[in-house]
T-cell receptor
Framework: KAGVTQTPRYLIKTRGQQVTLSCSPI?????VSWYQQTPGQGLQFLFE???????NKGNFPGRFSGRQFSNSRSEMNVSTLELGDSALYLC????????????FGPGTRLTVL | AQSVTQLDSQVPVFEEAPVELRCNYS??????LFWYVQYPNQGLQLLLK??????LVKGINGFEAEFNKSQTSFHLRKPSVHISDTAEYFC?????????????FGKGTLLTVNP
């Protein structure tokens, strides 16, 4: 099976712009989660989608949003980018239950100038 | 709310030496416990997980971890490390009994294996 893929792998934006990141889960997985990884804050949960519905949400401002399509692919959007949004954004997919293993993609490295 | 503390931010060891990476968690409800590894410029890979049953869990690459409920710990061990084990290791928890994938991670421990 192909793993979790994320596009693009690298992205450079300027403050005030918006960005959309994409995640394709492993075939058959219905859950997609997003995490932000920074040197200062570590790994922080953004949100999780399951069968096109947001199932969980972390403590991030409304500038961070996401969605999931019927084929389980997911996108996350960040509007009005700030310097502090520079991070590695990781996507993970899983079948359904919290006891199932989640598989992570390689991440998208976002740099905000 | 649950939290995870990884007591060491960096652990340097020599090749073939044993290693223990420490993890403590705090939660008012039952949790599932995980260890992930991240190699440079890569995503996270699951090493092992504790859901229930035997408190000693064996994972990939020769790693194992022991769940200690009284000490709320889940330390990761390997009896003999290799250069290729150099990576960052993350301990994480999920609330048990639910249908969600919200992982709470520790800050990570950078394991550096020297020749």
């Amino acid at each position: 099976k192909a793993g979790v893929t994320q596009t693009p792998r690298y992205l450079i934006k300027t403050r005030g712009q918006q960005v959309t990141l994409s995640c394709s889960p492993i075939s058959g997985h219905r859950s997609v989660s997003w995490y932000q990884q920074t040197p200062g804050q570590g790994l922080q949960f953004l949100f999780e989608y399951f069968s096109e519905t947001q199932r969980n949400k972390g403590n991030f401002p409304g500038r961070f949003s996401g969605r999931q399509f019927s084929n389980s692919r997911s996108e996350m959007n960040v509007s009005t980018l700030e310097l502090g949004d520079s991070a590695l954004y990781l996507c993970a997919s899983g079948p359904s239950l919290s006891t199932d293993t989640q598989y992570f993609g390689p991440g998208t490295r976002l740099t905000v100038l | 709310a649950q939290s995870v503390t990884q007591l060491d931010s960096q652990v340097p060891v020599f090749e073939e030496a044993p290693v223990e990476l420490r993890c403590n968690y705090s939660s008012s409800v039952s949790v599932y416990l995980f260890w992930y590894v991240q190699y440079p410029n890569q995503g996270l890979q699951l090493l092992l997980k504790y859901l229930s049953g035997s408190t000693l869990v064996k994972g990939i690459n020769g790693f194992e971890a022991e769940f200690n409920k009284s000490q709320t710990s889940f330390h990761l061990r390997k009896p003999s490390v290799h250069i290729s084990d150099t990576a960052e290791y993350f301990c994480a928890v999920i609330l048990s009994g639910g249908s969600n994938y919200k992982l709470t991670f520790g800050k990570g421990t950078l394991l550096t294996v020297n020749p």
